[in-house]
Structures are given as C-alpha cells and as structure tokens.
C-alpha cells in the first residue's frame, strides 16, 4: 500500500489527471476487461506466483490488437530450473515465450538483447493475441515486416523475391511519392501481376527489375533497405545474390531478411531443410557474415506459428548491415 500511495501523491504532484492506480492482488490485476490498447510487467514478472491467472485476466483486458510487453533481466548460466533463476529474481525467455503461449499469446516480437547493463542483459517480448485467421496471420505479418525496415519518406528500397508485390506495394506506400523501391523477381509472370497491381493501386514509384538467378540487377550503391521476405532458401547462388544486394546498398544500408523453420528441421543440413522451403537463422547469419555484412538484429521467433503436425513453427528475421565506407 505504501508504493501505491507513493504513487498516488506523486501523478498529483504532477498534475496527472489520467493515471488511474488499481490495487490488484497476486492471481488479478483487476483491470477492465476488453479496453486496454497495451499492457507493461517490467521487472515483475518473476514475482508473480501465480501467473497464469495472471495472464488470463490480462488477455481478458486487453482490446483486440492489443498488446502485452514483458522485459526482463535474463538468469545467469548456473540457474537452469525456473525456480532457481526466480530464486535469483531472474526468468529466461524460454520459459516465459512457453508461458505466453499457454496462456493463448502471439509472441510478436522477442529482443534477447533489449537493453544491456552492467549486472544483466535485459530480453523483451510483445505478445498479442492470436490471429483467428489466415487473412488475420497475413495482415499481421506484413505490418510487421514493413515496420522493420524503418522506412521514410524519400527512402529507396528494394524488395527482392518480390513475387506479385505482397510487400512491395506497403514499402511503395511508405517510401512516398518522393522514395522508390525496386521490385525484383526472376519470373515474369509475377511482375505482369505486380504491374496490374501498381496500375490499379495508382503508384508509379515502383521500378520492375527482371533479376537473374545471380545477380539482382540493382542500381549500385544507392538503397537505404533491401528486403528478402521467404526468397532466400530458394536462391541457389545465394552467394552471388549476396554480393548483388551488398554492392547495391549504400554504406550503412541494410538488409532485412526472413524465413521461417520448424523445430523438427532446425538441426538439419541447409540442403534438407532448403528442400521444405525452410532455412535456419545461423546459417543465414554465417553466409551473410562471410558476404560482409554486420549483423546487427536477429528476432528468432520474429512472429510464432500455430503448432501443427511436425511441432512447432516460426518466422525469424535477421537484420544485416552494410559497413560504412565500403
């Protein structure tokens, strides 16, 4: 009671009149049910004894779209149970990804590096509640592909693998009338598709670029991002692609590139899980640190798909940059 009456005199001391306190207790936060646009546990969530209710009320409150963010300093090596590291005050990741979707969450969004101090590396992660839909998966997915590459007006991009322009025509949107993106596939028949759709949607900010299996065919040293969105696994020189994207960047730019795999696939050889459309987020981080770029973000998962036969499944999304002055 006393933090709670802390905090009460200090949004008066403030003058904030839309602070509401609420004094919950251990299995209910008490908070109205189906009106939150976001909900925080920071530092917390390793206190919380019976978390399961806990989250079940939260999911109650939350708006759809809503959204939950958890962070966390990560445990040290030694403590492996869930109840050594609380001991400690720690949680891992793992054990609340898993808690999250038990509870019915989308995880979002992870960061196991959101934010680093001298005692502990500190994790987050945005969860939601599931898309009841494969429209629902679809809309989700591209919103948050497209607000990962940080676009701006003016920007120029590339959407390599763009296929019938399920992302180039967010990113065109994006970059505005002033930016561009070149759209690069190898098939025809998907830019003729993409084509119709620019005409249709009116946007004349878009360059169709016929690629080549080894070499995407992009304006030297000009992009700000290049996208690779589910292309890279089916790219056999991948190598020669690589250099194409690198040499098209400008120094600074950045490559975003996403996959998904399953479980089941991820200690496969590249080749086998190539063969399923699947690719796994350290080989692609060991050949784009060979091709020159710094990694600087890997999301893994980036967005959690529903368990289905062969275990679980996700998208990963790994963010590359091209060094300055090169």
């Not at 996208?227 to 020189?237: D, F, G, I, Q």
């Not at 890997?298 to 967005?303: A, E, G, N, V, Y």
Request: hydrophobic share 40%; net charge negative; glycine share 8%.
């Amino acid at each position: 009671m006393y933090k709670l009456q802390r905090l009460k005199e200090r949004t008066e001391e403030a003058h904030f009149g839309n602070i509401e306190i609420v004094k919950g207790d251990e299995a209910d936060p008490r908070l109205p049910a189906g009106q939150l646009d976001a909900a925080i546990i920071l530092n917390s969530y390793h206190e919380m004894p019976r978390f399961k209710e806990i989250l079940l009320h939260l999911r109650e409150s939350l708006k759809p779209g809503g959204r939950l963010l958890i962070a966390e300093p990560g445990p040290l090596p030694a403590e492996q149970t869930r109840a050594e590291q609380i001991a400690r005050h720690h949680i891992s990741s793992k054990f609340v990804a898993d808690e999250m979707a038990q509870a019915g969450f989308a995880i979002l969004e992870q960061r196991e590096r959101f934010a680093q101090i001298p005692e502990a590396n500190w994790y987050s992660l945005v969860v939601g509640q599931r898309p009841s839909s494969d429209e629902e998966w679809a809309v989700e997915m591209k919103r948050r592909v497209v607000a990962s590459l940080h676009l701006r007006s003016g920007a120029e991009a590339a959407d390599v693998g763009c296929g019938d322009g399920f992302y180039t025509l967010p990113m065109a949107l994006a970059v505005g009338s002033t930016g561009k993106v070149f759209a690069v596939d190898i098939d025809e028949s998907s830019l003729s598709k993409l084509k119709q759709h620019l005409v249709e949607g009116g946007l004349r900010n878009v360059e169709l670029v016929h690629g080549a299996e080894d070499d995407p065919r992009l304006p030297p040293a000009r992009l700000d991002v290049v996208l690779v969105a589910n292309a890279y696994h089916e790219m056999p020189a991948h190598k020669a692609m690589l250099r194409g994207i690198r040499a098209g960047l400008k120094p600074g730019g950045l490559l975003v590139l996403m996959e998904s795999l399953s479980e089941a696939r991820q200690t496969l050889t590249r080749a086998a899980q190539v063969k399923r459309h699947e690719l796994s987020p350290e080989t692609a981080r060991n050949e784009l640190q060979e091709a020159g770029f710094e990694v600087i973000e890997l999301h893994d998962p980036f967005i959690q798909r529903a368990v289905d036969q062969e275990g679980k499944s996700r998208w990963w999304l790994l963010v590359a940059r091209k060094p300055s002055g090169q």
